[in-house]
């Protein structure tokens, strides 16, 4: 069997694209693989370019000889990043092509699956409905009674745990995300004492609506140095967060600030290879794993993963995509013995299902296995045309709602809820208090906030909807507490 073709397939996926490999063969079994990446997608397209010549005419089923052909291609001070998404897209390709012509799932050529159903939590809780609500066709946060809501939700649909980012509500909402990009000022990855207390009070919000048994996760992504993270951290402490996802690319870092709080940290989603997850192993400087197998390849994924479990450490798969990425990390999760939770999109654009073959079956926030050859899902080419992502005069950025709003490097100068007559969004005033609260650039606040915060005084009266139900527990995944804390009950 040889390759004779590789194309790729940019598709609409609402504020940014979703990225398709299709590799073809002489016999005319066909794999795909998914290369996605939010800021730089057009240079990983680019970098499926040039490695085109050492696959073409070569045999697909030989994939780990495939990878070290890219891999060595790519070594020269690109090990990783753009180069490294581009691989792993192609090498998830090959994986499928290799399954579908022995006529079994990925799965089963790494030994079979270990589970039926993979546990998830739902991502992104809030971020969406910031950020793109008309979109996604779903109501937007304006205030912390939306914030509420959304969550309630979430749990309604059988999740056990979920996960945000710091958000803003407002009309806009904001999310902040400075360590991916804004103008002067806003590189130093402080946070305010007006941002601990607005954070505190929000991840507050959520743990009053959804219950004490719902497992809460706080993305703080690149956005702050290890002392502004402890600081947040310390803040959030009684609220009982399931973990706190950060990237660092420093281990020494990063165990100092497992060392210094009372949360569990996950990281190294943007780590490539063995290679580059060891020295974070061997100081033992998370507690767990995020590993991304789109963008590491499918059998490089399952290294580390299995690694991972030599220094006795859980794993959750990075999962920012579209379901075809969904299928790829079920596959791997099926076959690790040290799985976590999933990461899982509950809310995206309409149109996500139809981009592929067969959507995954979700209950109780679980995913069923997938069955069939490859990955058990393929995207509809004729779909992905019709979605197509149209680069002419379209750049790939953060979105509107993430970074700063101005635009210009500087956070806008606000007074939220105020004395009769000052200025006031209606929306944000349900939570406000009636003290004016002015925030300025200096406070590298994102966006408003209506009042201090008081731990645990967060009434479920404010809520004016109907009583969140009990968690549907996940079969065969008791309550996982914080190591460090007896009285830890969130679950993932």
Known sequence: MKIVKIETFLADAGW??????????????????EATCLLTQYAVLSAIEDLKPVLIGNDPLAYEARFWDMYRRTRLGSVGGVAGKAIGGIECALLDIKAKSLGVSVAEMFGGPLREWIPLYFSHACVGRAIAPEIIGVKPVRSLLDVKEACIQVVEQGFNALKTNIVFPGNPAIVHQEGFGGGPGTTDQVVSTSMVRHTEQFIGAIRDAVGPDIGIILDLNFNFKPESVIRICRALEP??????????????????????????????????????????????????????????????????????????????????????????????????????????????????????????????????????????????????????????????????????????????????????????????????????????AYDRIMGPWAKSSSKGEHRREDLKTEEAPAPTPVPGDGSRRNPSSSSSSGEE
């Open 16 to 33: 940014r694209p979703w990225a398709f490999v299709k590799v073809q063969t002489d016999e005319g079994i066909v794999g795909y693989g």
């Open 239 to 440: 609220y009982d967060l399931a973990w706190v996802e950060l990237d660092l690319y420093d281990p020494d870092a990063l165990r100092q600030i497992k060392d210094s709080i009372n949360i569990p940290i996950c990281s190294c989603e943007t780590l490539f290879y063995m290679e580059q997850y060891r020295p974070y192993f061997e100081k033992h400087a998370l507690d767990i794993v995020m590993l991304d197998a789109p963008w590491n390849g499918f059998a490089q994924a399952k290294k580390v993963g299995d690694l991972a479990q030599v220094y006795q450490m859980n794993v959750c798969p990075h999962n920012y995509y579209s379901h075809l990425s969904t299928y790829i990390n079920a596959q791997l999760c099926a076959v690790l013995p040290n799985v976590h939770v999933m990461e899982y999109e509950g809310e995206d654009v309409p149109w996500r299902n139809d981009l592929v073959t067969n959507p995954p079956e979700i209950e109780n926030g679980q995913m069923r296995l997938p069955s069939g050859p490859g990955w058990g899902t393929e995207p509809v080419e004729k779909e992905l045309r019709k979605h197509s992502w149209d680069r002419t005069g379209r750049t790939v950025t953060v979105p509107t709602g993430f970074g700063t709003p101005a635009g210009n490097g500087k956070s806008p100068s606000r007074t939220v809820p105020g004395p009769a007559g000052s200025a006031l969004d209606e929306s944000i005033a349900a939570e406000g208090d009636g003290q004016a609260v002015a925030f300025t």
